[in-house]
């Protein structure tokens, strides 16, 4: 008989995880009979289960059949964010190779981000490719996915991982490493296999099921194929006449976003910041992206639990926190109404009333948001130098 474990950690009248703090609302989450999801036990099984020293030999292995046979030995796409530039770091620093480094620009980076970027790049000394998308295409967008799936942020979820696929092909560079698997957080994939970053992959985990054909169709003419280009996923006949593999870094070396901090702020000097609705213990979490804030809030409204659940989880499953430090984490943090929400709404050219509307009908049973109860989060130190043209 399974055990009744309802009661054991309740917070926003949502049954939580009895090892971490992720509820029922929780992508992929499933709980066993002791209460333990399944994020925690694909963690448990790359603590204990994964050969780490021959996944490594296989990392290496793979390089090897690389290494030297074009003007790039592979591609990183990058942000500029903790684990693109420890990816980047370890990929030249660790295995000697020599990347195209490939960058999506979602148009919201951080003023500290660009200097944090510039730093990398100059310290490690790289070819780095930036490509920046139509600003008015993006705001359409934004707004239509938003209202669709409750995520304004399909231009960057789908062109961050698009726009490298598409530079492989064009400059013929066929091995691409991403940083973290997604086993790390949720259970699309687990460590027990080599993650491939593709088509199959991208579809399932971050195109909120649109295509770059249905955004066209649901706009209604407002935007062109033209104008998607840097939507559409290579295809998958151009990707196998070159041979292309595009991994995660963290399927061959186990993944610790905090040493891994430790690592960039020493080595290159990568400096952490202030997010809303992140504890300061975690200064280097999303910290290159305006409207982190609104993107985590609007999880809130929907789900119930938002960034300090996923980092208080983390921590707990690496031994560094315990669930009742994790629990004053959350109460304290989570759920606070963003400064940077004005900043998005007049970009999204909503009311806070439609957004609200927008939010609670896209929410995950049984969380229910009370937004009486909520306090005003305070306003981030650079949110002054933020600009945009509304015309």
Same mark, same amino acid.
């Given at each position: 008989?399974? /055990? %009744?474990f309802?009661s054991?950690?309740?917070l926003?009248d ?7 703090t992720?509820?029922e ?5 499933v709980? #066993?009979e ?6 925690c ?14 996944r490594?030999k296989?990392?290496l292995?793979l390089?090897?059949q ?6 790039y ?7 500029g964010g903790?684990d ?5 770091w370890?990929?030249m620093r660790?295995l ?5 480094v490939v960058?999506?620009?979602?148009s919201?980076?951080?003023?500290k981000?660009i200097?944090n970027?510039?730093?990398?790049q100059?310290?490690?000394g790289? #070819?780095? +490719?930036?490509?920046?998308?139509d ?15 409750g995520?304004?942020?399909?231009? $960057?979820?789908?062109?961050?991982f698009?726009?490298?696929? /598409?530079?492989?092909?064009k ?9 973290e698997s997604?086993a790390?957080?949720?259970?699309y ?28 169709g ?5 935007v ?8 559409i996923y ?8 070159l041979?292309?593999r595009?991994v995660?870094l ?20 990568w ?12 200064? =280097?979490?999303?910290v290159e ?8 809030? +609007? ?8 960034r300090?659940t ?7 499953r ?5 669930? %009742? ?5 959350i109460e ?7 400064a940077?929400? #004005? =900043?998005?709404?007049?970009? +999204? ?12 009908a896209? $929410? ?9 109860r909520? /306090?005003?989060?305070e306003?981030l130190? #650079?949110?002054k ?7």
């Open positions: 008989m399974a /055990q %009744d309802s054991t950690y309740i926003n949502l049954r939580r995880c009895t090892r971490c992720i509820p609302t929780h992508e992929t989450v709980f #066993d002791q209460g333990v999801c399944n994020i036990k694909n963690i448990e099984y790359k603590h204990t289960q994964v050969d780490w020293d021959d490594k296989q990392l292995e390089v090897e690389y290494r030297g046979k074009g003007p030995d592979c591609i990183v796409p990058f942000s903790k693109s530039t420890f990816t980047l370890y990929i660790e000697g190779l020599k990347p195209l960058s999506f620009d979602h919201f980076y951080r003023p981000t200097e970027n510039e730093r990398t100059r310290k490690l790289i #070819d780095f +490719l930036k490509f920046r998308s600003w008015k295409i993006v705001r359409k967008l934004m707004l239509e996915s938003l209202k669709r799936k995520d304004f942020d399909w231009h $960057a979820h789908v062109g961050c698009v726009y490298p696929m /598409q530079i492989a092909v400059f013929r560079i066929p091995l691409l490493f991403w940083g997604s790390e957080y949720t259970a994939y687990n460590y027990a296999e080599i993650e491939e970053v593709d088509e199959r992959r991208h579809h399932r985990i971050n195109d909120l099921g649109i295509s770059a054909e249905d955004m066209v649901f706009l209604g003419g407002a062109t194929m033209r104008d998607m280009e840097p939507y290579p295809s998958s006949q151009e990707l196998r006449q041979g292309v595009s995660c963290g399927s061959y070396i186990p993944w610790d976003v905090k040493k891994h901090y430790e690592i960039i702020h020493r080595e290159l000097d400096q952490g910041d202030q997010v809303e609705g992140v504890p300061p213990q975690y200064p =280097y979490e999303k992206y305006q409207l982190q804030g609104p993107r985590d809030y +609007l999880k809130f409204i929907k789900r119930g639990y938002a300090t996923h980092l208080t989880s983390i921590d707990i690496n031994g560094r926190r315990t669930r %009742d430090e994790a629990k004053e984490l304290k943090y989570e759920g606070k109404r963003p940077s929400l #004005d =900043y998005l709404l007049p970009i +999204l050219g909503i009311s806070e009333k439609e957004w609200r509307e927008i939010a609670l896209q $929410a995950i049973p049984p969380y229910q948001h009370d937004f009486s909520e /306090q005003n989060d306003p130190w #650079d949110m130098l933020w600009e945009w043209n509304p015309q």
